[in-house]
């Protein structure tokens, strides 16, 4: 079977996180979030996968390749400006020639996909959207069905009060070929917007599956923070997630409590404490007194003795002084310097490169 993944988008929401890197790219548990969704694709039965890029492309080709360390072959499609959600597939219709998969490149998911690929097919349908129940529906595209599971209408952003429903569109579509009809070519186009209105307004076969399994849009930043607790947590199974490298350096004496990950070369000092919910990424490096707790490190982060890191996110190269502080959702670009003895504040926005003094 074959998928397309949307990679095109340039992920504002997640800057600073997405200056220098793509929206698909950002680690989840030290892998790249769309390295989790073609290990999901793979074992749902996907070998032939599309994705579309535009912003930071050369990033998401260098990493995956041809997709054969995956077991699967990979087919880019560089877009010179973006075509949206439905032109960026629109662009490459010859791909697809049987029922195929889209899904989202920001997407941590442990979806069955072949199960929404059996229920179109029962159903005869021309598309059919994987649904996922929602707390909050003001945050999502909502989804209203018939009894049959058939869709009636879409709701974008609803107030709590106002919803319809609390089925949250996820993005995951499973299409036939002839979709590709209701796209005009060369034109930027939106699923959601346009080619979706138009199947209701024609009275298309289209279908949406609920289903319990975890899902989770990492479209903002604190939704990138807590999809890395998910994954420690278990509610979000992934492949391929060691806890502890077997080529990181954790000194007799310091004190590692879980759920954490530690990347390769990553190196914890005697004295050092590692507290639940913790991502340490490739290359770095703890030193004696630090305290790190629900923190997202990612590579070759140097943290000097006696720091305090608690529920933040850094970026790559980031350097943080001796004794400084940095709290809850405080989120660093690649390459910060935090001078020692600093307190960076709760739900600060450091950009890359900045010394903060």
Not at 110 to 127: C, D, F, T, W, Y
Request: with cysteine; net charge negative.
């Amino acid at each position: 079977m074959k998928a397309m993944i949307l990679a095109a988008g340039i992920g504002s929401r997640l800057d600073p996180l997405t200056s220098g890197l793509p929206k698909p790219m950002v680690p989840i548990a030290n892998r790249p979030v769309m390295e989790h969704i073609l290990n999901l694709l793979s074992d749902q039965g996907v070998d032939e996968v599309m994705i579309n890029l535009y912003y930071l492309q050369n990033s998401i080709e260098e990493y995956f390749g041809d997709g054969s360390s995956l077991g699967m072959k990979l087919t880019y499609s560089r877009e010179k400006e973006l075509m949206g959600t439905a032109g960026g597939l629109r662009r490459v219709g010859s791909f697809f020639d049987d029922t195929f998969v889209v899904i989202g490149g920001d997407d941590l998911t442990s979806m069955p996909i072949s199960k929404v690929v059996e229920h179109h097919r029962q159903n005869g349908a021309l598309a059919t959207i994987a649904m996922s129940e929602v707390d909050d529906p003001s945050n999502f595209g909502i989804v209203v069905t018939d009894d049959g599971g058939r869709i009636e209408r879409f709701q974008e952003k609803p107030k709590p009060e106002e919803a319809f429903s609390n089925l949250a569109n996820t993005g995951i579509y499973v299409f036939e070929p002839e979709i590709l009809n209701y796209i005009p070519e060369n034109e930027f186009y939106d699923f959601g917007r346009q080619v979706f209105p138009d199947l209701l307004k024609r009275g298309a076969p289209f279908y949406g599956l609920a289903l319990k399994n975890y899902w989770c849009d990492v479209g903002t930043l604190r939704q990138y923070r807590d999809a890395n607790y998910d994954v420690l947590e278990g509610r979000c199974p992934v492949n391929g997630c060691a806890d502890i490298s077997e080529e990181a350096e954790v000194a007799d004496g310091a004190v590692i409590s879980g759920p954490v990950v530690l990347g390769p070369g990553a190196v914890v000092e005697a004295g050092a404490f590692i507290g639940p919910n913790t991502v340490i990424g490739a290359g770095c490096r703890v030193a004696s007194g630090a305290m790190v707790s629900a923190s997202v490190l990612w590579e070759n982060c140097n943290i000097e003795a006696g720091v305090r890191l608690d529920g933040c996110v850094l970026g790559r190269s980031c350097i943080v002084g001796r004794e400084a502080v940095i709290n809850p959702m405080a989120i660093l670009g690649d390459d910060c310097l935090v001078s020692p003895g600093k307190n960076v504040e709760t739900e600060s926005r450091v950009a890359a490169g900045t010394v903060v003094n």
